[in-house]
């Protein structure tokens, strides 16, 4: 995942955040599915992340302005917000995941 994100970000900033935005999901399928490989799992995060895209580019946009205020905070802030991030993105996952579901059905 990295080396596919690092070859894009090689060419243009803009395809190389459209690259990592599109794997996002990669370690939260692994991580569901012990079966499943790397390469079927990029594919798969992929194919669920589209139409998902600028959703979680929003996502991205909140948690940059409240990264800028827990450095206000030197930093103490994070504490609380890397869990908040972690939560929230995995609640994304779940929310994605059960609508590509009773899409395919």
Known sequence: MILFIVLRLILL???GI???ISYSMTFYILAEDNTIEPQPALEKSKQMMEG???????LGL???GL??????TLGIGFLW????????????YEDIK????????
Do not use: E
């Not at 998902?52 to 929003?58: C, D, E, R, S, T």
């Not at 990264?67 to 206000?72: H, K, S, V």
């Not at 917000?81 to 994304?92: E, G, K, R, S």
């Open 13 to 15: 900033i803009v395809p």
């Open 18 to 20: 459209i690259a990592a």
């Open 52 to 58: 998902n895209k600028m959703k979680f580019f929003y």
């Open 62 to 64: 909140r948690f940059f």
């Open 67 to 72: 990264c800028l205020l827990c450095i206000l």
């Open 81 to 92: 917000l890397i869990p908040y991030i972690n939560v929230t993105v995995a609640n994304f």
């Open 98 to 105: 059960n609508n590509a579901v009773t899409v395919d059905n």
